[in-house]
Nanobody
Framework: QVQPVESGGGLVQAGGSLRLSCAAS????????VGWFRQSPGKEREFLGD????????YYADSVKGRFTITRDNSKNTVYLQMNSLKPEDTAVYYC????????????WGQGTQVTVSS
């Protein structure tokens, strides 16, 4: 069973950058589509984007397009979310999740990592 683990969250000033990582010990992780999500208090979970198993297809939500970049290194069983030009409204708990390429639902979720952007 794939168990993603996020890391890299923290406190950053507005305009700054952070890179989040999503890693799994199971090598089958490299065969999954991986998505990034976030949720802030009182708001619904927001889908940010996803990356196909080989990195050949990447999708971004309009809210982060041009500022966030999703990449993966399958040799390290890790997917990254590079976040630039951060804004206070980007403050949230960020989650990664994995799904089989032909499924629409994400089956495996990480525990989340907090990102706080100060103004």
């Amino acid at each position: 069973q794939v168990q993603p683990v996020e890391s890299g969250g923290g406190l950053v000033q507005a305009g700054g950058s952070l890179r989040l990582s999503c890693a799994a010990s199971d090598r089958t992780f490299s065969a999954y589509t991986v998505g990034w999500f976030r949720q802030s208090p009182g708001k619904e979970r927001e889908f940010l984007g996803d990356i196909s198993w080989n990195g050949g297809s990447v999708y971004y939500a309009d809210s982060v397009k041009g500022r966030f970049t999703i990449t993966r290194d399958n040799s390290k069983n890790t997917v990254y979310l590079q976040m630039n030009s951060l804004k206070p409204e980007d403050t949230a708990v960020y989650y990664c999740a994995a799904r089989q390429p032909r499924r629409l639902e994400y089956d495996y979720w990480g525990q989340g990592t907090q990102v706080t952007v100060s103004s």
